[in-house]
């Protein structure tokens, strides 16, 4: 037998019953990961983005190494070497340089790390977990429900996104309860719950009709139940997908509130506060550069690793469509 048949057997031979079967199951997926994932894998498109979004994962565990900070207290906010005007050349000191008033760019680009990862996947987790109730709700109950829920998400549908964001994020900002990096991520949550809302209520409409469903509301099993055994695994998948491609679009549109003084506050660690900082050299950027590419380059990849990785998943979960791509 091989090493993990021997495994199985033992478990088997030496635990009850009950936890024999879990540490088998645990045991069977070591060996047979998921499809999805093996296809992900083999996928040359996601693989790249897997790699992307490690190296990004491996920057931020490692952010204290890679960039040491001054001030312990404060690790996000990005060290200064003066406050002269006129940026400064990568040196040996500063190895990507330094922005309008010395802030060291390398220090920003490493912890700005961080601050994408919790930027990108809290609002990501928020905006699911509204749209999951919302778009839940209204597709399951349907009638007046789903006739208020909708009239709702098509209100807020109904505000250009980013420019609704800005304005929130402005109105938010002269509140003395929130930080900035707060106020950024509820003005961007408030607007960007009804994709999921809109999108998990379509799947429902079908799902809820299956037989699977209608065996298990004739068993008398309770709604709660109907929707979080039955309906929501079979809906989820789809909007999984358009959340990992989501991780990247939310940095950017966080970067772009940071970048018009709405987001990050002055010498925080986020990599659209670093880009605000060339506003004032954009006519000479031919000679200052590495004010904007380096933090520029740091968004293109963070975003890319997502967008590769959601596409991919949306190919292996939609046979249809990588057949239509060839």
């Known amino acids: 037998m091989t090493t993990f048949e021997e495994a199985e057997q033992a478990f088997e031979d030496t635990t009850p019953q009950g936890l024999s079967a879990s540490l088998r199951n645990l045991v069977h997926t070591i060996r047979h990961p998921p499809k999805v994932l093996q296809r992900m894998l083999k996928n040359p498109v ?4 897997i790699l992307l979004v490690l190296m990004f994962v491996l920057i931020a565990i490692f952010a204290p190494v890679l960039a040491p900070p001054v001030r312990p207290e404060e690790p996000y ?12 050349p990568p040196n040996e000191e500063h190895l990507f340089g330094t922005t309008e008033g010395q802030y060291d760019i390398y220090y920003g680009v490493i912890w700005g790390t961080r601050t994408a990862f919790r930027v990108g996947v809290l ?6 977990l509204i749209g999951l109730f919302v778009g839940t709700t209204s597709g399951y109950f349907g009638g007046w429900v789903d006739e208020v829920m909708m009239r709702v ?3 807020f549908m109904g505000f250009p996104f980013l420019l609704a964001a800005i304005t929130l994020a402005a109105v938010l900002g002269s509140s003395p309860q929130f930080d900035r990096i707060t106020t950024g991520m509820i003005a961007l949550i408030a607007f960007g719950w009804t994709t999921y809302a809109r999108l998990l209520r379509g799947d429902i409409l079908s799902v809820k009709e299956r037989d699977f469903v209608m065996a298990a509301r004739t068993l008398g099993a309770s709604h709660s139940r109907i929707m979080m055994r039955h309906v929501i695994p079979n809906s989820i998948f789809p909007t999984l997908v358009v959340a990992s491609m989501d991780i990247g679009s939310y940095v950017l549109n966080f970067a772009a509130l940071s970048f018009l003084g709405l987001g ?17 050299w954009m006519p000479s950027l031919a000679e200052y550069w590495y004010i904007i590419v380096y933090p520029g380059v740091a968004i293109l990849l963070f975003v890319l690793g997502w967008n590769l990785i959601g596409d991919a998943f949306r190919d292996i979960l939609d046979p249809k469509l990588a057949r239509s791509r060839r």
């Open 123 to 128: 609002i990501t987790i928020a905006t699911i």
């Open 46 to 49: 996601s693989l790249v983005g």
């Open 264 to 280: 990050a506050e002055p010498g925080y660690a986020d990599w659209g506060q670093l880009i605000s900082f060339a506003r004032n």
């Open 153 to 155: 998400v098509e209100i």
């Open 77 to 88: 906010r990005i060290p200064r070497d003066g406050y002269l005007a006129e940026p400064r």
